[in-house]
């Protein structure tokens, strides 16, 4: 019989982990390539703070792509930008599949930060280049939402990291059907649980908070960490930080992200 023992590692204000630390890459050549794929014609702030927080967690290389709505508006500001097909209301169109999926193969991971609107086209092609791209994803904000309300293209996709409001692990759960629901006023003990048989049928990867805590769970293995202080905007920089950090360690996932919430 599985205890909670058994699965679940409290981390406190020392790393469980300490070696992923010191053994990280230092050479700029060996650490990593990472693709950010986001914005709308209304914005690209997410793929932005994304980009600088990927630099600050010591990634090698990094791109980023924005549909081409925004190249007139954005190419002068952020010369690091490459532009895809859009669609007429400025988000990714389909038609830039193929661009997508090429420039996924120079990187050793994806990240989906958000501000990718919720058109109904941008959301087929993200279902069709999940289906296609095999390597490690992380996903959060309005891209998670697109997912978590129509999980059936994620739920059995391995190399996947979700990092999730509580409000959208709730809703992925719903979707999903799994038996136990995921709720704001469940205690941290039954969290771990249900996140320990969750990640044990799907082969999800994620991060959430919860009453101060960060918790971390893959492949049923699950830790919690609590907050060093308040951090109301933490989606984006933790997606940031735990692609980077997972695409440098790919064989360390639950070890990786229990040290990135730390």
């Not at 989906?112 to 296609?132: A, H, Q, Y």
């Not at 308040?230 to 920089?237: D, G, S, V, Y």
Request: aromatic share 8%.
């Amino acid at each position: 019989m599985v205890t909670m023992q058994d699965y679940w590692l409290r981390q406190t204000v020392k790393p469980l982990f300490p070696e992923l630390e010191w053994s990280r890459p230092e050479n700029k050549q060996q650490a990593g390539k990472l693709l950010i794929i986001g914005g709308n014609a209304a914005g690209f702030a997410l793929p932005a703070e994304s980009y600088d927080a990927a630099i600050k967690a010591g990634i090698g290389a990094v791109r980023v792509l924005l549909p081409e709505s925004l190249r007139k508006s954005v190419g002068k500001l952020f010369p690091e930008a490459e532009f895809v097909p859009s669609t007429p209301s400025g988000s990714f169109a389909v038609q830039s599949l193929a661009e997508l999926l090429s420039a996924s193969m120079w990187a050793d991971g994806i990240l989906l930060p958000g501000d990718s609107s919720r058109n109904s086209e941008t959301t087929v092609l993200l279902e069709s280049f999940l289906g296609k791209y095999q390597g490690q994803v992380t996903l959060t904000k309005d891209v998670a939402d697109i997912f978590c309300q129509q999980p059936l293209a994620l739920l059995h996709r391995p190399n996947t990291l979700l990092v999730l409001a509580m409000g959208q692990l709730r809703k992925l759960g719903s979707e999903a059907h799994f038996p136990r629901a995921f709720t704001s006023e469940m205690g941290l003990v039954q969290l771990a649980q249900n996140l320990h048989e969750f990640t044990k049928r799907f082969p999800l990867s994620i991060i959430t908070r919860h009453q101060n805590y960060y918790i971390a769970a893959t492949d049923g293995q699950v830790s919690t960490t609590p907050l060093k202080n308040e951090q109301p905007i933490w989606r984006t920089h933790m997606a940031a930080k735990a692609s980077v950090w997972w695409l440098q360690n790919p064989a360390k996932s639950f070890e990786t992200l229990t040290t990135v919430v730390l």
